[in-house]
């Protein structure tokens, strides 16, 4: 009973409730505590974790690095090129290599002042970057040993869409491009794809086939522009690139590929640029789910073509082939005819194969060409005096055709149907063969792709294990400062110049090339005139006549990727309104061939007044 009144009293019930607020406390102060405790252990375990990446990024940079140095460094011949040091074992310069390919490929392959050959991991992979005259110069002299399948493979694949059935062909042709198969190859005759290819476009895009070619282009371009509603007051072209790639894209799909595709279905051109702008990301391989825009405009230019295959199969019957032997409406050229038969007879080819090799052929085809076309008008157009000159040497390669008059048309629109181009002596104008060359060596950034398939491959000192992929990019080669010539920096690399190709018998410094580099048979090729200094000759016409276009000397040095445009008669004054900035080339590109502007490039057109 004496315990029962302690419990109840006053101060036994303080104390009590005293003690429930301490215990309540300290349970409170407790898991404060281990919250704040935990807190902590996150935050501890990150910046340790974070710490250890860091340091095992830093020594696997350090280890690389020291392996990439002694590997450099070894006396050893031949030898593995040394790998590019990296912080990520498995990534390596994957990052580096895609997000910025242009300066990667400048920078990894100079080593101690020179160009030279050196491995790049990526993603797990290892490639082989091959810079420096002598050594592309000695993969050139080699390539029968070696093979450009891979990089077919890649971009049918990627880029153009082809299935894995049909690429399964292409892997397994190791039979070569060469009209005897390689010794071992039990590839069938039918299914020799690399050399049927090859074949079909010598045959078709050289000699009297290219020349009706281009023909059939000059004279589609000439009706195009006849056309245009362009009197001899200014019209502005707030957009040249796009008027260029809608009308030479045109052109040289209906002299190719006959009228019938872009009639049937009049957005092609319009589709086909739109799919030019999302190659970049399609040739990366991001995935449909991640790039929906891009892989639907690809499904639809293979819905047009593969309409345009069924259309054409209905309508065509060989009594449609012109008394030339070559276009038809339907097919256009014998370039595609030749292509659906032999890509036809192919082992597992359908529809859709043939719908992503005509897609490839079509977008090499433009994609190349007409860049460079827009580049050459827009630098001729800036220079009133080249202009004048290049208008002379055209003009000089004009030939009367009467029957192509049309009275319908004014003085100004008939010298489009009265004058076509001599296209052999076109080819042999001193000045626009260099501007060619010039826009090719300032503009087409691609890589050139080997792999020995084989045995393993050895460039001079180098030896390059067999299957493993060979990257040549044009891009170091166009722009080493140790072989071009830039009369002492008067033309920089980075600059248009019209005349760096040619070779003027008076003027030493002339030529594409420095003088304190060896050229074999560089003077024998353009003897220094005897009869005194430029200063004496007394004309223009003089000048130009001691000009000489070469390349002598360039071998492994100006290695343009892909196709270029001709160029073609132009019956207009125009004038270019943009600044330079609107002319930087735009990134994105890199690696696909002739470069585009970053801005829009305005120009503003007449035609000339005839009285």
């Not at 902590?40 to 910046?47: L, M, R, S, W």
């Not at 390689?182 to 005759?189: D, E, F, L, P």
């Not at 920096?489 to 760096?500: H, I, N, S, T, V």
């Not at 900035?581 to 590109?589: C, L, Q, S």
Request: glycine share 6%.
């Amino acid at each position: 009973m004496n315990g029962c009144s302690r419990c109840k009293s006053p101060v036994d019930q303080a104390f009590r409730n005293m003690a429930q607020w301490a215990t309540q406390r300290y349970f409170e102060q407790v898991e404060s505590f281990r919250r704040h405790s935990a807190k902590d252990k996150v935050e501890t375990v990150t910046f340790t974790a974070a710490l250890l990446l860091t340091l095992f990024c830093l020594a696997h940079y350090s280890t690389t690095w020291i392996r990439f140095q002694y590997g450099s460094a070894r006396k050893v011949c031949p030898k593995v090129p040394a790998t590019i040091p990296s912080f990520f074992p498995i990534l390596g310069s994957g990052i580096s290599f895609i997000w910025n390919p242009m300066a990667f490929v400048r920078s990894a392959t100079f080593y101690n002042g020179e160009q030279r050959p050196v491995q790049v991991s990526v993603m797990g992979s290892k490639i082989f970057l091959v810079q420096g005259q002598r050594n592309i110069l000695s993969l050139f002299k080699q390539s029968t040993l070696s093979t450009a399948t891979f990089v077919h493979m890649f971009c049918l694949k990627n880029m153009f869409g082809m299935r894995p059935g049909p690429l399964s062909i292409y892997a397994a042709d190791d039979s070569g491009d060469r009209p005897e198969p390689y010794a071992g190859s039990a590839v069938k005759a039918n299914n020799r794809v690399n050399f049927l290819t090859h074949e079909s476009l010598a045959r078709y895009l050289t000699g009297p086939s290219m020349s009706r070619l281009f023909s059939r282009f000059e004279r589609n371009l000439s009706n195009r522009l006849a056309c245009l509603q362009i009197g001899d007051e200014w019209t502005e072209i707030p957009d040249f690139l796009d008027f260029v790639q809608m009308e030479l894209s045109a052109a040289v799909l209906e002299a190719m590929a006959g009228p019938e595709l872009i009639t049937q279905n009049p957005s092609f051109v319009r589709d086909l640029f739109a799919y030019d702008a999302a190659l970049a990301s399609l040739s990366k391989g991001v995935p449909r789910i991640l790039n929906p825009g891009a892989h639907a405009i690809r499904d639809r230019m293979l819905s047009t073509i593969k309409r345009w295959h069924v259309y054409a199969r209905e309508h065509f019957s060989e009594d449609m082939i012109g008394p030339e032997g070559d276009f038809d409406p339907c097919w256009g050229s014998g370039l595609m005819r030749s292509r659906q038969r032999f890509l036809g007879r192919v082992d597992g080819f359908d529809a859709d194969a043939l719908a992503s090799s005509d897609l490839g052929l079509i977008w090499a085809t433009i994609a190349n060409a007409v860049p460079l076309a827009f580049w050459a008008i827009v630098h001729i157009y800036r220079d009133p005096n080249l202009l004048s000159r290049v208008r002379e040497e055209v003009c000089s390669s004009k030939s009367e055709t009467k029957s192509q008059r049309s009275p319908a048309l004014s003085p100004s629109r008939q010298s489009f149907h009265t004058s076509l181009l001599d296209i052999e002596s076109l080819m042999h104008k001193p000045l626009l063969q260099s501007i060619y060359a010039e826009i090719l060596r300032l503009y087409v950034r691609g890589y050139i792709t080997r792999c020995p398939d084989r045995s393993d491959l050895q460039i001079n000192e180098w030896i390059f294990p067999r299957d493993k992929v060979i990257l040549v990019s044009s891009d170091p080669a166009h722009f080493d400062p140790q072989i071009w010539n830039t009369k002492g920096g008067l033309y920089p690399l980075d600059a248009f110049w019209a005349e760096r190709f040619l070779v003027y018998r008076n003027d030493p410094t002339s030529g594409p090339v420095r003088k304190d580099v060896d050229v074999k048979d560089y003077d024998e090729a353009m003897p220094q005139d005897r009869q005194g200094k430029s200063s004496d000759l007394s004309s223009m016409e003089a000048v130009e006549a001691s000009a000489k276009f070469t390349l002598n000397g360039l071998n492994g040095s100006w290695i343009p990727y892909g196709g270029g445009s001709r160029s073609c008669p132009a019956s207009f004054d125009a004038e270019v309104i943009s600044d330079d900035k609107a002319m930087a080339i735009a990134e994105g590109r890199y690696g696909l061939g002739a470069q585009k502007p970053s801005g829009k490039i305005s120009l503003r057109v007449r035609r000339p007044y005839y009285a």
